[in-house]
């Protein structure tokens, strides 16, 4: 499968400051890149949806100008959480894709965010 | 809102034991994923049932597949201690997103 690598692992920041998070697919063309949030002890919960070169598509309830989202290339996607607050602690974890829409999903290590 | 859903369940288990966990899930599907997260860790995807599959194999684990009553199960054979983690069912969504249950919590004890 394919191998996606996440950076940084983990990250404490100041509330009010802006985080990126890299994600990128090493050996595969991803199509679609997915970012996922969750919480201790619950599920993930899919943010936004973007396609190389396209704008995301986000989740309901996800505000997009909070967390912007850049998939420039078929290999780097980043999510970038502006103006963090500590609610916005969480681990983020991306997953890429292939063409096809039921394509195997391959999912990053995950970033854990803190917020102080 | 995201689909997939199973019992929320914390299982503790001896080395050895069997494992099961059920999945339940809305609408239909094409396939049914399951995946499993190491604590603080990401998603290694474990096996993926057909909708016209009822049954499948891989290794120690065995997944069933009920489309009538829209669930799956996901057994552990022979469990041991690197099998400690929590296991999430996934299935897709309009657009096809793939969407993730609330999850089961495993500990084998050694």
């Known amino acids: 499968g394919a191998v996606v690598s996440q950076h940084p692992s983990w990250v404490i920041c100041k509330s009010g400051t802006s985080v990126k998070i890299e994600c990128r697919s090493l050996d595969f063309q991803a199509t679609t890149m997915f970012w996922y949030r969750q919480f201790p002890k619950q599920s993930l919960m899919l943010m936004a949806t973007?396609?190389?070169?396209?704008?995301?598509?986000?989740e309901q309830g996800v505000e997009k100008d909070k967390f912007l989202i850049n998939h420039a290339s078929l290999t780097l996607s980043t999510l970038t959480v502006t103006s963090a607050h500590p609610e916005d602690s969480s681990f983020y974890i991306c997953s890429v894709r292939g063409l096809a829409p039921e394509d195997e999903q391959f999912f990053g290590p995950g970033t854990r965010l803190t917020v102080l | 809102s995201q689909q997939g859903e199973e019992d929320p369940q914390a299982l503790s288990i001896q080395e050895g034991e069997n494992a099961t966990m059920n999945c339940s899930y809305k609408t239909s599907i094409n396939n049914l994923q399951w995946y499993r997260q190491n604590s603080g860790r990401g998603l290694v995807h474990l096996i993926l049932?057909?909708?016209?599959?009822r049954e499948k194999h891989s290794g120690r684990l065995r997944v069933t597949l009920d489309t009538s009553k829209k669930s799956s199960s996901l057994l552990i054979t022979a469990s041991r201690a690197a099998d400690t983690a929590s296991y999430f069912c996934?299935?897709?969504?309009?657009?096809?997103?793939?969407?993730f249950g609330k999850g089961n919590q495993v500990v084998v004890i050694p």
């Open positions: 049932i057909r909708s016209n599959e």
């Open positions: 996934a299935t897709y969504y309009g657009n096809n997103r793939l969407a």
């Open positions: 973007s396609n190389e070169g396209s704008k995301a598509t986000y």
